[in-house]
T-cell receptor, first 112, second 115 residues
């Protein structure tokens, strides 16, 4: 079955880079996603990457995809306290219904 | 613009009591609708999804049910709550397209505590 795994916690100092890792199982997934959940709120799509890409950069965010190892990472440059949140990676299960399988989420804590 | 509303935001219920969580979407028509549950340390689990009125698919066997009485209304229910039903429930929608984008729009969530 499908399974998406992430480490549960990451703590970084303000101004440093954060790297959040994710492994997925479905090699046929053509899109992979990063969602952000701020405390007590719903999720918002941060960025996504198409499976024929190795890297995607969007301002402070860099997504790296290693399709051979089924490994996805999200790098946040110059991490700020406002980046403190839970970050979920997700793979798409069904295109017709946008069914996503989410990872367990990584809680990022940024300290001054 | 499209908005999604969920209520109540928090709920404390005794074991064995009924449950009704409501979700409505505005500013779009014929959306795909989803209920997810977020339990501590377990990430997000897809409970139900719906592609149209009266069309509900259940992803996991459980004590809960869902209904879609109107195009933009999605309700999560239980006749008798269990302790294990505690969690953070998230409603989401996505536009119906020929090929999905994977972008879901989430509500603010409903925190349910069963005592």
């Amino acid at each position: 079955g499908e399974d998406v795994e992430q480490s549960l916690f990451l703590s970084v100092r303000e101004g440093d880079s954060s790297v959040i890792n994710c492994t997925y199982t479905d090699s046929s997934s053509t899109y992979l996603y990063w969602y952000k959940q701020e405390p007590g709120a719903g999720l918002q799509l941060l960025t996504y990457i198409f499976s024929n890409m190795d890297m995607k950069q969007d301002q402070r965010l860099t997504v790296l995809l290693n399709k051979k190892d089924k490994h996805l990472s999200l790098r946040i440059a110059d991490t700020q306290t406002g980046d403190s949140a839970i970050y979920f990676c997700a793979e798409i299960l069904s295109y017709n219904t946008d069914k996503l399988i989410f990872g367990t989420g990584t809680r990022l804590q940024v300290f001054p | 613009s499209q908005t999604i509303h969920q209520w109540p935001a928090t709920l404390v219920q005794p074991v064995g009591s009924p449950l009704s969580l409501e979700c409505t979407v505005e500013g779009t028509s014929n959306p795909n609708l989803y209920w997810y549950r977020q339990a501590a340390g377990r990430g997000l689990q897809l409970l139900f999804y719906s592609v149209g009125i009266g069309q509900i698919s259940s992803e996991v066997p459980q004590n809960l049910s869902a209904s879609r009485p109107q195009d933009r209304q999605f309700i999560l229910s239980s006749k008798k709550l269990l302790l294990s039903d505690s969690g953070f429930y998230l409603c989401a929608w996505s536009p119906q397209t020929e090929r999905g984008t994977g972008e879901l729009f989430f509500g603010e969530g409903s925190r349910l505590t069963v005592l």
